[in-house]
């Protein structure tokens, strides 16, 4: 018998998520607008890894975020 074991996966505390405005208020590089606008595309720019939906509110993780912003520029790189 096979047993599922979430140990494998990474864990992320909790602290590490953030509410866009959070996410905007701390970084104000970032407009809400844009961020909302990833989102929106999220399935098709990979940004879906970097959000976790509680209901209607969204959250998104500090350190995915980092992750994702680091991939796009990896492919601009000749």
Known sequence: MQTHND???PSISVEDFV???QLTT???AFT???I???IFRSK???FDSCI???GR????SKSAFSRWIEAQNEGGNS
């Open 7 to 9: 140990s494998t996966k």
């Open 19 to 21: 509410t866009i405005r």
């Open 26 to 28: 701390s970084n104000p």
């Open 32 to 34: 809400e607008g844009g």
């Open 36 to 38: 909302r606008a990833l």
């Open 44 to 46: 098709s720019n990979g």
């Open 52 to 54: 976790r939906r509680i």
């Open 57 to 60: 509110k969204i959250l998104i």
